[in-house]
C-alpha cells in the first residue's frame, strides 16, 4: 500500500447474488500508505479475522459495517498473510447493476497498519487486497512510496458509497512520491492491483459492504 498523507452512516442491504471476485494466486503486488493520522482509536490493533463488533468500533460505527450475506462466502487463503499483525474480513461490493462480489481482504484498522499498508508487499498471497478504515472522515490522499508494484485504489463513504477512485505508480524511497486524492471525504479505502477494481464492481455507483467472515 502506499502511506495515506492527512485524513480527515443505513446498512447496507444486498438483494442481488454474490460472486467471487478476483485475487490472485499468481502473487497480487502490495501498496500503498497513508501520510497522517487525525483520528486514533484506543486499544490493541486488531489481528486475524475481525468480528462485526470489532469492524464496528474501529471505524467509528459507519453503517457500511454489515454482513452481506452472499450465497458464496470468500474464500480465505492458505498460509500466513503477507503482511504481519493485521486484520482480515470478508467485504463485497455491489455494482451499479446489483451485482454482488465479495472478497477476503486484509484489514488496515490502527494507525501503525495504516502507516505500514502494504509497503514492500510484491504478493498478497490470495487476498484480493487491503481495506483501510478510519474511525471519523478523512480527506487526505495516498502515495506510493517504498511500494514496488502499481495499484489501483477506491475511496467509500462511511455509508459505504464509492468516492472516486485513482490508478497510483510505484515510488521508491523518496519524499517526493506524488500524492493521489480522493474526490471527497472517505471512511475506507480500497486497495487491489491495478486495474481491479473494475473486475470487483467498484465504479461509480457502487457501495462498499465490511463484514462478515471469510470461508
Do not use: K
Amino acid at each position: 500500500m502506499s502511506w495515506h498523507r492527512w485524513a480527515a452512516a443505513s446498512a447496507v442491504l444486498l438483494l442481488a447474488p454474490a460472486l467471487a471476485c478476483g485475487g490472485g494466486d499468481d502473487g497480487a503486488p502490495g501498496g500503498a500508505g497513508e501520510t497522517s493520522e487525525p483520528h486514533t482509536t484506543s486499544g490493541p490493533a486488531p489481528q486475524g479475522p475481525l468480528s462485526l463488533d470489532e469492524l464496528a468500533t474501529w471505524s467509528g460505527g459507519a453503517p457500511a459495517v454489515a454482513v452481506a450475506d452472499p450465497a458464496d462466502p470468500p474464500a480465505r487463503p492458505d498460509g500466513e498473510p503477507p503482511v504481519a499483525r493485521v486484520g482480515e474480513a470478508a467485504v463485497s461490493v455491489t455494482a451499479p447493476d446489483g451485482t454482488v462480489r465479495a472478497c477476503c481482504v486484509l484489514v488496515a484498522a490502527s494507525s501503525q497498519q495504516r502507516q505500514q499498508g502494504l509497503m514492500r508487499v510484491t504478493d498478497l498471497g490470495g487476498y484480493t487486497g487491503m481495506l483501510f478504515m478510519w474511525d471519523g472522515d478523512n480527506e487526505g490522499g495516498f502515495w506510493m512510496r517504498n511500494t514496488p508494484m502499481p495499484l489501483s485504489i477506491a475511496w467509500f463513504e462511511a455509508d459505504g458509497d464509492f468516492v472516486s477512485a485513482a490508478d497510483m505508480v510505484p515510488c521508491g524511497d523518496s519524499d517526493a512520491c506524488p500524492t493521489y486524492d480522493p474526490s471527497g471525504p472517505y471512511r475506507f479505502a480500497l486497495e487491489v492491483p491495478q486495474g481491479g477494481l473494475a473486475a470487483l464492481g467498484a465504479v461509480p455507483g457502487s457501495r462498499l459492504t465490511v463484514g462478515g467472515p471469510c470461508a
